[in-house]
Every structure is written in C-alpha cells, then in structure tokens.
C-alpha cells in the first residue's frame, strides 16, 4: 500500500528531491515518485491524486520551483497533508519558490521545509512522524534513528 506520494514538477528535479525517496525507503515506507506539473498537466496531477488516495496514500510530497504551484494544486485537490519542498530553479536562489509554496490561502495548508535536498529530507522525516501517529513499529523507527544521530554528534564531538 502507497503511504506517500512524492510529485515533483520536472525531471530536472530529480537529483534535489532523491533524498526524500531515501529516507523514506530507509525507514520502510512504502511511496510512489513522479513528475507532474500543476501548470503544464493539471489534468494529470488531480488523476494521480485520486490514483494514490485509492492506493492508501495518507501523505502528499510535492517539490517545484519557480511559481512552484504543484504543492497548493494538489492541496485543493485532497484533504490529506500536504508537505510541500520548494526548489531553487532559477535566478531568484529558490526565494520565489519558498514564497509561493508558504503563501497558501487559510483552509488548504501546505507545510513548507527547507529548500532542495535538505528539504526533501526533511519532508520524508515529516512524512514519516505524521505516519507514526498510527504506526508504533514506525514511531520506534524515527526514535532509532534520531537516538543514531544523537550518538554520530557525541562521536563527532569526541573526535576533535
């Protein structure tokens, strides 16, 4: 069963996005990944919604740049959260995508991580923690891994 779809608007997006498919995979959860554009295939992207809502999917990811619209079509188009990854894509460093992925009107909420790669891992771990509110095996998954961090810092510490 599709636990969480991952949208990103181009294939040019792929190598900043990957992250989120690792963590996800990582911690076991079953996802699907692909381009669709709220500008270019609108049509395309309410189908797969409805697609990925009847495979189970409780989490949308959705990654763009620029006008980075992909995230706000796809929370007018369902009532499951909505984790949305802005892109740097062009000139502007990633800042017209952050804007338009945050700026979304009261009653169709997008969350909104960090820019690219940090942003897509942070968007899986979201994913994630809004799954374990009803996965205990999972819940322990995420304090596993985070108790792991916890331990890389302190031998990081030790080591200078």
């Known amino acids: 069963m599709v636990k969480v779809a991952i949208f990103m608007g181009s294939k040019s997006d792929l190598d900043k996005v990957r992250p989120c498919a690792d963590v996800l ?95 897509a891992k942070n968007a899986a771990w979201m994913a994630a923690q809004i799954l374990a509110l009803q996965d205990q095996s999972l819940a322990a998954k995420i304090e596993s891994a985070r108790t792991k961090m916890r331990e890389d810092v302190q031998r990081s510490a030790e080591d200078i």
């Open 25 to 119: 995979k990582d911690l076991g959860i079953e996802y699907f990944m692909t381009i669709t554009s709220a500008h270019r295939t609108p049509d395309r992207t309410r189908n797969l919604i409805r697609e990925m809502e009847e495979k189970g999917c409780q989490v949308f990811i959705c990654a763009a740049g620029m006008a980075a619209h992909l995230a706000g079509a796809v929370a007018a188009s369902t009532i499951k959260p909505v984790i949305g990854i802005p892109l740097s894509a062009s000139s502007l460093g990633g800042m017209d995508a952050l804007l338009a992925t945050v700026q979304m009107p009261p009653g169709f909420p997008v969350s909104t991580v960090a820019l690219d790669k940090a942003g």
